[in-house]
């Protein structure tokens, strides 16, 4: 079994998956392609999406988040906002890694029981969304390489690929330097980690809620048809979720949810305001 699984969305777009971990998004025009964001690194992703495109593919970033930038060094061109330039050359911390390995070792363990269940009652799972096991030596060789100096986006840039353009838009709030891209043709927002179908993380120190809240009132004005995202079983959904999720914000901002305690993917505790179309994840009270 490969590590991605790759299938067509909407015309010249296709899902990049890392099952169970995270998706990117390959997105052609007639000129050149661009990867929104590159992934784990866990696996060279740049075959992947050579094998789907013969023209020269660059990488534009939704945040620097260690799990959207680790194929970043497989490519001569990357852009960002300027607001992520310090995280992307950091890089991460060996200990991200090893926090992510634990819980992608627990959702594997508990993705056994879940294929059962449904695979007898629900039949939800798909290619998409059955989790990938992780590599056998994944500890000793899960370690990207920093990729090349970025260029820098700020809202309103425009991506021309040759008769397909995509629209930066600063969306603030689950980091400082999340952006999402808007195909205006097509009505396609790839949306990173701004919109997700599971819990919408925004209880980390960078996270802004106010912001958040702007960012995704901001999303629900826009003509969408197509929602793409990054994490969790569902990454593909109908335009009218994002006005779900910023509608959920501005309950949370106005007081109107019940928060109970959860635990993020890194294990530490959060509060976990739940909606009927998503839920939003903020910081542990103390």
Same mark, same amino acid.
Request: net charge negative; with cysteine.
């Given at each position: 079994?490969?590590?991605?699984?790759?299938?067509?969305?909407?015309?010249?777009?296709?899902? +990049?998956? /890392?099952?169970?971990?995270?998706?990117?998004?390959?997105?052609?025009?007639?000129?050149?392609?661009?990867?929104? *964001?590159? =992934?784990?690194?866990?696996?060279?992703?740049?075959?992947?999406?050579?094998?789907?495109?013969?023209?020269?593919?660059?990488?534009?970033?939704?945040?620097?988040?260690?799990?959207?930038? =680790?194929?970043?060094? /497989?490519?001569?061109? !990357?852009?960002?906002?300027?607001? =992520?330039?310090?995280?992307?050359?950091?890089?991460?911390?060996?200990?991200?890694?090893?926090?992510?390995?634990?819980?992608?070792?627990?959702?594997?363990?508990?993705?056994?029981?879940?294929?059962?269940?449904?695979?007898?009652?629900?039949?939800?799972?798909?290619?998409?969304?059955?989790?990938?096991?992780?590599?056998? *030596?994944?500890?000793?060789?899960?370690?990207?390489?920093? =990729?090349?100096?970025?260029?820098?986006?700020?809202?309103?840039?425009?991506?021309?690929?040759?008769?397909?353009?995509?629209?930066?838009?600063?969306?603030?709030?689950?980091?400082?330097?999340? !952006?999402?891209?808007?195909?205006?043709?097509?009505?396609?927002?790839?949306?990173?980690?701004?919109?997700?179908?599971?819990?919408?993380?925004?209880?980390?120190?960078?996270?802004?809620?106010?912001?958040?809240?702007?960012?995704?009132?901001?999303?629900? /004005?826009?003509?969408?048809?197509?929602?793409?995202?990054?994490?969790?079983?569902?990454?593909?959904?109908?335009?009218?979720?994002?006005? /779900?999720?910023?509608?959920?914000?501005?309950?949370?901002?106005?007081?109107?949810? !019940?928060?109970?305690?959860?635990?993020?993917?890194?294990?530490?505790?959060?509060?976990?305001?739940?909606?009927?179309?998503?839920?939003?994840? +903020?910081?542990?009270?103390?």
């Amino acid at each position: 079994m490969s590590w991605f699984h790759t299938r067509p969305v909407a015309r010249d777009v296709w899902l +990049v998956a /890392e099952p169970g971990h995270v998706n990117s998004w390959l997105v052609a025009g007639r000129d050149r392609a661009v990867l929104v *964001d590159s =992934g784990l690194g866990i696996a060279p992703i740049r075959p992947a999406v050579a094998a789907l495109t013969d023209r020269p593919i660059d990488v534009v970033h939704t945040h620097a988040h260690f799990d959207h930038v =680790g194929g970043d060094a /497989e490519f001569d061109r !990357v852009a960002i906002h300027p607001a =992520g330039v310090a995280e992307l050359r950091a890089g991460a911390e060996s200990a991200d890694r090893t926090r992510y390995l634990g819980h992608a070792r627990r959702m594997l363990a508990a993705a056994q029981r879940y294929r059962a269940l449904d695979h007898e009652f629900f039949h939800l799972l798909s290619a998409d969304s059955d989790p990938r096991p992780l590599p056998p *030596d994944v500890d000793a060789t899960w370690h990207p390489s920093p =990729g090349p100096e970025p260029d820098l986006m700020v809202d309103g840039d425009v991506v021309d690929l040759g008769g397909r353009t995509l629209r930066v838009l600063h969306t603030p709030g689950h980091t400082p330097d999340s !952006v999402c891209f808007l195909d205006e043709r097509d009505g396609l927002l790839f949306a990173g980690d701004t919109v997700n179908t599971g819990p919408v993380y925004a209880q980390a120190p960078e996270s802004d809620l106010a912001a958040f809240a702007a960012s995704t009132a901001r999303l629900a /004005e826009l003509d969408v048809a197509l929602v793409l995202m990054a994490h969790f079983g569902r990454g593909v959904a109908e335009g009218r979720y994002v006005r /779900e999720v910023a509608d959920a914000f501005a309950r949370l901002r106005a007081g109107d949810a !019940v928060l109970r305690p959860a635990r993020d993917c890194d294990d530490d505790p959060v509060r976990e305001a739940v909606f009927d179309a998503c839920s939003i994840y +903020v910081a542990a009270e103390g």
